[in-house]
Nanobody
């Protein structure tokens, strides 16, 4: 069983930054990919960043150039650095993992990010 626990969400002003963390525990040999999704009120959950073992990274156009996904294997942690935050980035952010980040096998519980002045 794999468990993902996110942290780092909160309230931030437009233009500000946050770093989300996702700690992975359990049987992780099946994890090849990690990703970050978000779901805004009234909208579908969307993939915003993904990373394959070995470094390949992809981003949604809406966050490209502002968000960065990274990982620290020694800490079994994946990060999402978010800069230049906008009100439209307000959402619940979820960490996901599995053989593919586009079809993940495991999900975290989510962390709320609110961008507002």
């Amino acid at each position: 069983q794999v468990r993902l626990v996110e942290s780092g969400g909160g309230l931030v002003q437009p233009g500000g930054s946050l770093r989300l963390s996702c700690v992975v525990s359990g049987t992780i040999f099946s994890i090849n990919a990690m990703g970050w999704y978000r779901q805004a009120p009234g909208k579908q959950r969307e993939l915003i960043a993904g990373s394959i073992n070995g470094g390949s990274r992809n981003y949604a156009d809406s966050v490209k150039g502002r968000f960065t996904i990274s990982r620290d294997n020694t800490k079994k942690t994946v990060y999402l650095q978010m800069n230049g935050l906008k009100p439209e980035d307000t959402a619940v952010y979820y960490c996901a993992a599995g053989r593919s980040y586009t079809r993940p096998d495991y999900w975290g519980q989510g962390t709320q990010v609110t961008v507002s002045s």
